[in-house]
């Protein structure tokens, strides 16, 4: 069993910078691919970033630019550092653990909310 323990969202205003943090129960980023989701009101939950066993990083195209992903191996803890927020960026984030199989795990989502 993983848990997962997202933190960091909160009221910001446009333009301003958040960093949300995943925190893993046990050193997992060798084998789980780690992954950023959002989902807004009445909308699907879409990826907003990924980090792969080996470092790799991709980003929706919403994000691109404004986003970076990056892991912390000896905190067993994926960050998401978000700058120049826009309102479409509000949302529940929430943080996957993803390996072969189908093994993945979810943390319990932290709310980012971007308004003046």
């Known amino acids: 069993q993983v848990q997962l323990v997202e933190s960091g969202g909160g009221l910001v205003q446009p333009g301003g910078s958040l960093r949300l943090s995943c925190a893993a129960s046990?050193?997992?980023?060798?084998?789980?691919?780690m992954t950023w989701y959002r989902q807004a009101p009445g909308k699907q939950r879409e990826l907003v970033a990924r980090?792969?066993?080996?470092?790799?990083?991709n980003y929706a195209d919403s994000v691109k630019g404004r986003v970076t992903i990056s892991r912390d191996d000896a905190k067993n803890t994926v960050y998401l550092q978000m700058n120049s927020l826009k309102p479409e960026d509000t949302a529940v984030y929430y943080c996957?653990?993803?390996?072969?199989?189908?093994?993945?795990?979810w943390g319990q989502g932290t709310q980012v909310t971007v308004s003046s």
């Open positions: 046990r050193n997992i980023f060798s084998i789980y691919i």
């Open positions: 980090i792969a066993t080996g470092g790799t990083t």
């Open positions: 996957n653990a993803w390996r072969a199989y189908g093994i993945e795990y």
